[in-house]
């Protein structure tokens, strides 16, 4: 079976801008399917107040030898949370080695469920990151806009353009001579 989709996993209050170069790229330019998946299947409201219908709840998602990656944007729950049930599925995404891609907040909770511990990541801060209980990849974190490693795709709060590229190059969604040109549009601006 051919790994065709992505799945943007959503929480109360999740950063709408952080993956949104991501899926529109992915979505409309790609042979890659988005869906949406979460704790539960109740829409999802994003800090910017759009309501995000849930095509799957954890629960009942089973289908990952399709699954080419799991993208966690960012959001004001991850630090007030332990999403137990989120924890489980990463441990199962990690398993059957299927990327990760965190940008802002939910770098922070993989940090805290030691998911971070033995790979190069970065994050919102390497502070904030040692204010986790427990967290011991203190050695292994990059002060970077971000970082790719072993599976994991970790980026700090600013960096959405950066975060997009490298799930481009990992999905590979173009050739590397278009996916750099659309990289220096967004970063550097089309008109110089």
């Keep these: 079976m051919i790994k065709n989709e992505i799945l943007v996993l959503l929480t109360h209050q999740w950063c709408d801008w952080e993956a949104s170069y991501v899926i529109a790229v992915v979505n409309s330019f790609s042979d890659y399917v988005v869906k949406t998946i979460a704790i539960d299947v109740l829409p999802k409201i994003s800090m910017g107040g759009i309501r995000a219908c849930i095509d799957y709840s954890l629960e009942n998602y089973h289908t990952y030898e399709k ?22 599925f990463v441990k199962v995404l990690k398993e059957k080695n299927i990327s990760i891609a965190a940008i802002c907040g939910a770098t922070y909770f993989l940090c805290k469920h030691g998911f971070l511990d033995c790979v190069k990541h970065t994050g919102d801060s390497l502070d904030l990151f040692k204010s986790a209980k427990g967290y011991k990849g203190e050695d292994l974190y990059v002060s970077a806009q971000v970082v790719v490693d072993c599976g994991f795709i970790t980026a700090n709060e600013t960096a959405a353009v950066e975060f997009a590229y490298e799930i481009f190059k990992i999905l590979k969604v173009d050739s590397n001579e278009e996916m750099s040109q659309w990289f220096d549009n967004f970063k550097n601006g089309a008109i110089r």
Excluded: H
């Excluded at 990656?69 to 004001?76: A, C, D, K, R």
């Design 67 to 88: 699954l080419a990656m799991v993208i966690l944007p960012g959001g004001l729950s991850w630090e007030e949370n332990d999403y137990d049930e989120i924890k489980g």
